[in-house]
């Protein structure tokens, strides 16, 4: 079918709005008319490496309503409201597990850009290849075709278009302090960068019952923002003794992905604490006895299911304990480049991209 999509044609330069047409959805796949779709840091990352499969369609945070099904597809049908996830196989042991971000084939399925037989999924008004299976999904467009497992499916009453950025973003942030970190009521956490995926780590050892919550980053109105949703304290991430004024904590978190914050991040773990890392940047090293009884972890999309944490975070939300929606600002999907230089610059935490 005919439909619009954010088309990066060269690393780093501007996205393009252009027709692209998309093919049928597949065994296992569904077409989705994208309602929103949030801007992750990933997607403004892989951006910039060189090696993009061909011009390619980010977003990785889509919800929208399903138009129609591949073979096979026994979950979701036309008419359901879905949010958009990650992709997995189901099958691996991993995924038997319960363990879907540490699929054999996360990598293959997701930041590939293209389906595991290398075919791109949509092509463009000349017919040359346009990557569409970012995350399975490709949602900077008004139309994408998702696998299945990709798929949430949400009640219609809700804002449907708000609640994309649960898909990656904020199930990671939440989904690391309430299951890979176990954070618990009354111990204490730092966060180390607080934009969504930060923000959301706040919310949910709120949720949790952190007695003590520091967030950490270089923009005031973010830390601001963090005292609102749940730090008990806000610090400035160049203040000269970060490690010291931050104080030592059960865990700490880092978003961030720079590598000295993150030695900052162990620098301050009590023993038996744990130092969590989702931030995409440079190496690190630590002497060994930094890690004396504690414990260092990359953790993908949260450790979290997304068929069963999803629900969990709009529950919270109907409760009005994960307010994700003050994070947001929407764009129309034609601003796209605007919405990613606010996102840069701070001035917008979590932009959406709407397609009409
Ligand atoms: N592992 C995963 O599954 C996963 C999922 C989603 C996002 N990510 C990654 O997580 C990271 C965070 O994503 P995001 O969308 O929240 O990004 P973001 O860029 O909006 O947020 C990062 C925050 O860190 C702050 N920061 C930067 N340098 C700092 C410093 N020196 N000291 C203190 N604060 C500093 C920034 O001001 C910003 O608020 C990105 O690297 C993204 O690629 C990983
Ligand atoms: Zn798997
Ligand atoms: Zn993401």
Known sequence: MRTRAAVLRHPGKPFAVEDVELGEPGPGEALVRIAGAGMCH?????????????????????????EAVG???TRVAPGDH???????????????AGAAPYCD???????SGVRADGSTGATDADGGPVAARWFGQSSFA???????????????????????PLGCGLQTGAGSVLIALNVRAGSSLAVFGVGPVGLAAVMAAKVAGAAEIVAVDLHAGRRELAMELGATRAVDGADPALAAVVGQVDHSFDTTGVPDVVRTAISVLRPRGTCGLVGVGGDITVPPMALAGRSLRYIFEGDAVPQQFIPHLI?????????????I?????????????DSANGTTIKPILLPS
């Open 42 to 66: 990933t997607d403004v990352i892989f951006r910039e490496l060189p090696e993009l499969p061909a011009p390619m369609v980010f977003g990785h945070e889509g919800s929208g309503v399903v």
């Open 71 to 73: 073979p096979g597809v």
């Open 82 to 96: 879905v949010v958009m996830s990650y992709d997995s196989c189901g099958w691996c042991g991993q995924c038997m």
């Open 105 to 111: 084939e996360f990598m293959a399925r997701n930041l």
């Open 142 to 164: 008004a139309h994408a075709v998702a696998t299945e497992r990709n798929l949430v499916t949400v009640d219609p009453s809700l804002p449907l278009e708000l609640l994309g």
């Open 315 to 327: 529950g919270l939300w109907r409760q009005g304990r994960f307010p994700f929606d003050r994070l």
């Open 329 to 341: 600002r929407t764009y129309p999907l034609d601003e796209i480049n605007d919405a990613e230089r």
